[in-house]
């Protein structure tokens, strides 16, 4: 099973297999589940999208 990395918003990992989405925002590159984007966006519009991206790139996660 191949994985794509975390979800920003949720933490899960992400695989290839799922509706994901990967988007440049900033500096950093985020791995969202389609479906935590769309919620994330509906919940809180773009900031928070890009405020999710921003902190997932400066988690250090156990592989």
Do not use: P
Request: hydrophobic share 45%.
């Amino acid at each position: 099973m191949l994985y794509q990395g975390y979800c920003a918003r949720c933490g899960r990992r992400v695989r290839t297999e799922e509706n994901w989405f990967k988007g440049k925002i900033w500096a950093s590159t985020a791995v969202f589940h389609w479906a935590c984007l769309i919620a994330l966006m509906k919940e809180h519009g773009e900031a928070a999208a890009e405020d999710a991206a921003w902190k997932a790139s400066r988690v250090t996660r156990e592989q």
